[in-house]
Structure formats: structure tokens, C-alpha cells
């Protein structure tokens, strides 16, 4: 590769983790309105389907050898990433502001790298402890507004911590996928992911919980937006991003989706952005980019 095809590809890598930071800090502003009339686990299962379906052409068809230790994992991660995540994550929407739920959107990079260290044998060098309590900080600010004289724990409503939950299975699902990606192509996990957690929780939806499918017309096109842009498109223009300049650069960027989903959140839903919303955004930022340097986490040997 010359040097003009290598300077043109990293620019495309650019572009396309801006594009992944934009579409993903848009969820939260297009799905708020939607879970005030939508049942949240009914608007989950949708966006999983068609998420699946909008990944299916970049999914590749020749399939390696799956033993029943890799389909497990694929149930796991499925089960994680497409069913527990999107049922807390759009529940917890019905009560946080759209600009809250951006944020704490960053808390999935903090939970990834504490259960890597936890469970799958990483260790975090000194700055990766500061990156990872500046995260905290964020969320901190964000579910107590830094309003400590009258707090006690009656005051964080149980919606705030199932955002904060529903990043904790997005974060157990990231460390399962890394693994299983070794075998098997990123888009084929992610569209058999989709396509499992979707059914299963339009199943949850109508057998379970009784819902009601009541769509009416002018919400189509923003649920057809969350699931093709939202989570699709914005993890298909990640993953092209981390081929083109690497895990740093990308994730770096792609922290920025707070800041896109905070101007979206003012500008289309008129929400008001208080100074601790703008310093937790500050603060977790800052630890996504330490996070996210290579110094910070020492792989396994």
C-alpha cells in the first residue's frame, strides 16, 4: 500500500468512527420519545430484528466450523447483549433524560475493562485506575446531580441504575464477543446476536408481559431508524473504524457519541444541560481516552 492509499484509508477510518459516534449518540434521543408509548422490551425486540436484518448483507456466508462450546457462547452473548441490555437500557430511558442516557452510555467502556481484569486475566496498570474512577466519577455526577446534602440511596431512582446495569451486560457481552471473535466474523456474531435476542424478546413481549402491538404510523420510521442507524450502521462504521486506525484512535472517538447525543438532546427534545451534565462529560471522556491507550492494559501472556 503507498503512502497516498495508506493516508486516504486512515482518513476514511476518521470518518467512519465519526459517523459510528454520531448514529450511536442518537439512540438515546430517538428512542426517549418512543418509550413513553412504545413498551420498552416490544421496542427492544424490534430494533434487535431489524438490526439483524440491516447486517445481514455484510454478514460473510461461508461458515467456519462452530463446535457446541462456541454455540454456547453465542446463547450467552445473546442473551447478555441483545436481551437483558436492550430490556433494562430502553426501561430505564421511561424515566432518565436522553442527555443522562448518553453519558452514562460511556459506562460500558469502564464495566469492559473492570470485568476484563476480573475475570479474564488483564491487569491495569496505574493510569488505567485513574482512567477507570474518572468513568465512575461520571456516572456519580451524573445519578446524584452532586447534590450529596440531602442524598441517601432513596434518592437515585431504580431506572437511573438499570441504564447503569444494562451497560454491564453490554460490557460481559463485548468481553465474550472478543473471545469468540478469534473464530468467527464480528458481523456474523453480531447479526446472529441481533437476530436471537430480537425473537426472543418479541416472545417475552407478547407471551409474557401480554403487550400489545400498537404501532402507530409516525413511529415506524424512528424505530426503523434505531435499529438500522442506531445500532447497525453505528457498529458496522465502528468495527471499519478499528481496521482502518486501530482500538485507540476508535474508541477515542467514538467516547465523543455523549457529546453528540448532549447537543441532539438539547436541540431536538429542548432538554435543559446543566453544568454537572457538561463536567461528567468532560470527566468520563478523559477516562475513556486513558481507558483506552495501550499503556494502560497489560494483556495477558
Not at 431489524?50 to 452473548?77: C, E, M, W
Not at 478499528?242 to 474508541?251: A, S
Request: aromatic residues 10%.
Amino acid at each position: 500500500m503507498d503512502l497516498t492509499q495508506k493516508y486516504s484509508n486512515q482518513r476514511l477510518g476518521y470518518l467512519f468512527a465519526v459517523l459510528a459516534a454520531i448514529m450511536f449518540g442518537s439512540v438515546s434521543v430517538v428512542a426517549k420519545p418512543l418509550v413513553s408509548s412504545v413498551d420498552p422490551i416490544l421496542l427492544a425486540s424490534m430494533v434487535y430484528i431489524i438490526s439483524a436484518v440491516t447486517l445481514s448483507p455484510f454478514a460473510q456466508k461461508k461458515k467456519k466450523n462452530i463446535t457446541r462450546k462456541d454455540l454456547l457462547l453465542i446463547f450467552s452473548i445473546a442473551i447478555c447483549g441483545a436481551v437483558i441490555a436492550p430490556s433494562l437500557y430502553f426501561t430505564g430511558l421511561t424515566h432518565a433524560s436522553a442527555s443522562d442516557a448518553a453519558l452514562i452510555v460511556n459506562g460500558e467502556v469502564f464495566f469492559s475493562v473492570l470485568l476484563a481484569v476480573m475475570f479474564f486475566k488483564e491487569r491495569l496498570r496505574f493510569v488505567g485506575w485513574i482512567a477507570i474512577l474518572l468513568v465512575l466519577s461520571g456516572m456519580v455526577i451524573i445519578t446524584t446531580n452532586l447534590d450529596f446534602a440531602d442524598f441517601s440511596l432513596q434518592y437515585i431512582h431504580y431506572k437511573d441504575m438499570l441504564l447503569i446495569l444494562s451497560m454491564l451486560f453490554w460490557a460481559l457481552d463485548n468481553n465474550l464477543s472478543r473471545y469468540l471473535a478469534q473464530k468467527m466474523d464480528i458481523a456474523n456474531i453480531v447479526q446472529i446476536k441481533s437476530a436471537i435476542g430480537g425473537v426472543m424478546l418479541f416472545a417475552i413481549a407478547l407471551l409474557v408481559f401480554r403487550v400489545d402491538i400498537n404501532i402507530e404510523v409516525d413511529q415506524i420510521i424512528p424505530i426503523l431508524m434505531l435499529g438500522s442507524i442506531g445500532f447497525a450502521a453505528s457498529l458496522y462504521f465502528f468495527l471499519q473504524g478499528l481496521k482502518r486506525i486501530g482500538t485507540v484512535r476508535t474508541i477515542t472517538i467514538f467516547s465523543m457519541s455523549s457529546v453528540f447525543g448532549l447537543i441532539a438532546s438539547t436541540l431536538l427534545l429542548a432538554e435543559q444541560i446543566g453544568w454537572h451534565q457538561i463536567a461528567a462529560a468532560g470527566i468520563m471522556i478523559l477516562g475513556v481516552y486513558l481507558v483506552s491507550r495501550k499503556e494502560t492494559v497489560i494483556s495477558p501472556a
